[in-house]
Structure formats: C-alpha cells, structure tokens
C-alpha cells in the first residue's frame, strides 16, 4: 500500500504542478479538450493555478523530507476541492469530458488523503 501511495502521490504532484505552471504560461495550441484555459478569468487563471501548484508541491516535499508529513494529506484535500470547483466550471460550460477527469482525480486524491491519514502515514523526523 506504501508503494502505491508514493506513486500516486509523485504522479498526482507532478500532474498539478504541470497544470498549475500552465496556468501562467498558456501555451497555443492546446488540444480542444484543454481549450477552456484560454476562456478562464484572468484571477482564476491566478488561485488555481498557485493552489496546484502549492498542492502538487504538497503531495511530495513534506512526505520525501518528513518535515510536516501531516501537509501532505491536506494537500490532497485541498486538491479534491479545487477539482469540485473544477467540476462546476466545467459542468456550466457542458464539458462533460471534463468531468469525468476532475470526479477520478478528485476520488484518486482523496484516496491518498485517506491512505495518508489513516493507512500508511509518514513518520515526522
């Protein structure tokens, strides 16, 4: 279970820090099912992209240096309701393709939440 965790933990981090630094720097041509950053608000182009990348950042570095492994939870949490919020946009622009990738990665997120929580915790150096 240990395994899993660390690698859902280092996919899903390195997954929303890439999101999250493309909030930035939007590059063109992005794919029709990535079309919406070019219609997101300029501010929330800001808080989403700044909370992946805290959060991604948050699934990694407390959990690999044990300083403060309790974050790395919460940051998954965090994550989790950043995809509800994700969910709603999407769902009043009718990307339900969308959708349906923010509900797995906000269930996958959890799941690290909870396996870090209750399962397999990290020790605190």
């Known amino acids: 279970m240990n395994i899993v965790l660390w690698v859902l933990q280092v996919f899903l981090g390195i997954y929303f820090l890439a999101i999250g630094i493309m909030h930035f720097v939007i590059p063109p041509g992005l794919p029709a099912q990535m079309s919406w950053m070019y219609d997101l608000p300029g501010w929330l182009h800001w808080v989403s992209g ?3 990348i805290l959060g991604g950042l948050g699934l990694i570095l407390p959990s690999v240096t044990r300083i403060k492994p309790w974050l790395t939870p919460l940051a998954a949490v965090g994550l989790a309701l950043v995809m509800v919020g994700a969910i709603v946009y999407h769902a009043l622009r009718g ?5 349906t990738l923010n509900i797995i990665n906000a ?3 959890l799941f690290v939440a909870y396996g870090r929580w209750k399962l397999r915790p990290i020790a605190e150096k």
Do not use: D, K, S
């Open 50 to 52: 700044i909370a992946e």
């Open 95 to 99: 990307e339900w393709m969308n959708i």
């Open 107 to 109: 269930a996958v997120l």
